[in-house]
Nanobody, 117 residues
């Protein structure tokens, strides 16, 4: 069972930046895929960004060009750098890790990001 713990959320003004961190309890090289999701009040959880074990990244259109996902395999960490934040980025952000064979799906407890003046 891999434990994922997010940190780095908080209150930021529009146009500001935040870096979210996800610490894994085990070697993330054993996970095929790491990602960040978010859930705003009254909305479904949505994918923000993903990074594969080989470093391939994908982004939701809503954050493309403003966010960067990265991983530090030596530290078992995954990061999400978010810039030019908008009020619509306000949500709880969750770290996710997946292993495909056998299938395992791990989630963190979430970290709140609030973008407001």
């Amino acid at each position: 069972q891999v434990q994922l713990v997010e940190s780095g959320g908080g209150l930021v003004q529009p146009g500001g930046s935040l870096r979210l961190s996800c610490a894994a309890s085990e070697n993330i090289l054993g996970l095929d895929y790491m990602g960040w999701y978010r859930q705003a009040p009254g909305k479904q959880r949505e994918l923000v960004a993903t990074i594969t074990a080989s470093g391939r990244t994908t982004y939701a259109d809503s954050v493309k060009g403003r966010s960067t996902i990265s991983r530090d395999n030596a530290k078992n960490m995954v990061y999400l750098q978010m810039n030019s934040l908008k009020p619509e980025d306000t949500a709880v952000y969750y770290c996710n890790g997946k292993r495909f064979v056998p299938y395992r799906d791990y989630w963190g407890q979430g970290t709140q990001v609030t973008v407001s003046s």
